[in-house]
């Protein structure tokens, strides 16, 4: 049974930083696409940045909202991190770690797997 496991989250001035840390427990195929997605009051869940590995690759994509700020980045096999730098009010949000065993995707549907969800709140 695979279990996503997050840490990381809370509050932080604008301007700050944040890491936030998921681990795909007991998820045993060779590839996967790791994910965060955020969702904020009334707003739809989008996908704020995603790492695919297997056969050899690794790719990652962010959303424009936060290119050039925050990071998905391997730190062991089946986790990843995000870091998260110039956080900014409109970050604030409850983020999300998801995985599916093949392509990454925006569609929030087409993955299996979920965490519980970890709050990022920034102040200005």
């Known amino acids: 049974q695979v279990r996503m496991v997050e840490s990381g989250g809370g509050s932080v001035q604008a301007g700050g930083s944040q890491i936030l840390s998921c681990v795909a427990s007991?998820?045993?195929?060779?590839?996967?696409?790791m994910a965060w997605f955020r969702q904020a009051p009334g707003q739809e869940r989008m996908l704020v940045a995603s790492?695919?590995?297997?056969?050899?690759?690794?790719?990652a994509s962010y959303a424009d909202s936060v290119k050039g700020r925050f990071t998905i980045s391997q730190s062991v096999k089946n986790a990843v991190s995000l870091q998260m730098n110039d956080l900014q009010p409109e970050d604030t949000a409850m983020y999300y770690c998801?995985?599916?065993?093949?392509?990454?995707?925006?569609?929030?549907?087409?993955?299996?797997?979920w965490g519980q969800g970890t709050q990022v709140t920034v102040s200005s």
């Open positions: 998801a995985a599916r065993r093949y392509g990454c995707t925006q569609t929030i549907t087409l993955y299996n797997y």
């Open positions: 007991g998820y045993t195929y060779a590839t996967i696409c």
């Open positions: 790492l695919y590995t297997g056969a050899g690759n690794s790719i």
